[in-house]
């Protein structure tokens, strides 16, 4: 794979952190491809199992539920060991309990499986964030993150390319046990790269100042009774509330409301949602670069994370329509930009911690956020589930996911009107 490159290329200061990055985003695939495949497989399964509309709902709530606490007590992991194996533990964890997907016999068991993937899912987006803190610097941030999560996309577009064709050639438990053993290949080499750094021996004196550049802070760690008592953490946590069970719902719902508006079904899945994730790709990329351009040109923090923010938010309002389209690829056009505005949005969000709290600080707000970010799905799922069950239309959950972000917006804004550094 080529190695992404910076907004700003230079050859004489290097790339090495861009390989770091690459890392990252192959780690994300790998991530995602193990958390939509049960999506891919609801119908089968809830027919195999008997599974009802708030049976599935249910599923996602506990994983979500073990996500949600594993994520707060990851982000505090990776502030204490680092990112080197707080990432791989993390990994190993997650990779493990989507292969024991393939044991599950009924819904308890599966239950136990995903709440085992939320543990060690929950590790991913911390130590990315960690990582990315640790090798860029402030006005690269963004950009990085961005490249990093468009690894998500990847996954969902990966996903029904290889789910559907092993189900069909072997059968559903095999979509566990191939994917999975196949993705246990990226850990030995995240271990055999992954150093801080002033721990890279190969990395050069130019480069290292490049991502040193930024005015030193506090390395110590920092108690999360402090930080929860800072306006900002309670942004970017409460940011994550409002727009991470939108994301959990293309995430885990999008086949079945293809399938039920549309028709579609394993076999034709794929260039419909392959498509809705292309966009979000270009979401994930152009948010974080256009944030990073703003910088560029001379645009605060501040200006340049909401304005961006603010452009994703208002392209997510037409998907409230999303049920009302009249052919699949009108659909697959509106939920594609929404999912591409959710990434841009996500990936400027994203660097709120690293932008206004010291490096001590970055894992364990990031978990805080990612902890409120599952709460919020854990909540819309029994949501999802509810209004499946008794009225059978996706209407009222676009509507909600249309008006999210703006929402989300002006909660940032409140509660971090100026986006300067905490002191804590």
């Known amino acids: 794979m080529e190695v992404p490159k910076a907004p700003e290329p230079s050859e004489k200061i290097g790339r090495y952190r ?46 979500q539920l073990s996500y949600a606490v594993a994520y707060l007590v990851w982000g505090k992991i990776m502030d204490k060991i680092g990112a080197r194996w707080g990432f791989g533990i993390a990994f190993l964890i997650w990779q493990v309990a989507h292969i024991a997907h393939a044991g599950a016999r009924g819904l308890t068991g599966f239950i136990f499986a995903r709440m085992a993937l939320g543990v060690g899912e929950a590790g991913g987006f911390p130590g990315g964030i960690k990582a990315v803190t640790e090798w860029f610097p402030k006005k690269e941030r963004a950009f990085a993150t961005g490249i990093f999560n468009a690894g998500t996309n990847i996954g969902a577009i990966v996903t029904p390319l290889v789910v559907p064709a092993i189900v069909l050639t072997w059968g559903w438990q095999m979509a566990f046990i191939v994917t999975g053993v196949a993705g246990l290949i990226w850990l030995p080499i995240w271990l055999l790269v992954y150093r801080t750094p002033r721990e890279t021996k190969n990395l050069s004196a130019a480069e290292l100042a490049h991502i040193e550049q930024d005015p030193a802070d506090p390395v110590e760690k920092i108690a999360w009774t402090k ?83 603010l452009v994703c938010a208002l392209l997510a309002v037409p998907v409230m329509f999303a049920s009302y389209a ?99």
């Open 227 to 309: 930080l929860l008592t800072k306006r900002e953490t309670w942004a970017y946590a409460l940011g994550k509330f409002l727009i991470d069970p939108i994301w959990w719902m293309f995430l885990f719902w999008l086949p079945d409301f293809l399938g039920k508006r549309y028709g579609l079904d394993l076999k034709t899945f794929g260039p419909p949602i392959v498509a809705i994730y292309l966009l979000s790709d270009v979401g994930s990329v152009g948010g974080g670069w256009l944030s990073s351009r703003l910088l560029k040109n001379g645009a605060s923090i501040n200006k340049a994370r909401k304005l961006t923010m």
């Open 18 to 63: 861009w390989v770091i990055v690459t890392l990252l985003f192959l780690a994300m695939v790998i991530n995602y491809v193990d958390r939509q495949t049960i999506g891919f497989l609801k119908t089968d399964l809830s027919h195999e199992f008997g599974w009802s509309e708030k049976d599935y709902a249910n599923l996602v709530f506990y994983f």
């Open 326 to 424: 009249s052919s699949v690829w009108l659909a697959v056009l509106i939920i594609g930009v929404a999912t591409a505005a959710h990434q841009g949005f996500s990936a400027n969000l994203y660097t709120l911690p690293s932008d206004v709290f010291p490096r001590g600080a970055v894992g364990s707000v990031v978990g805080i956020g990612g902890m409120l970010g599952a709460f919020g799905g854990m909540v819309f799922s029994k949501y999802i589930g509810q209004v499946l069950e008794s009225i059978g239309s996706y209407t009222p959950i676009f509507i909600v996911a249309g008006s999210a972000y703006l929402v989300a917006l002006l909660v940032v804004h409140l509660l971090a009107p100026k986006m300067e550094p905490v002191k804590v």
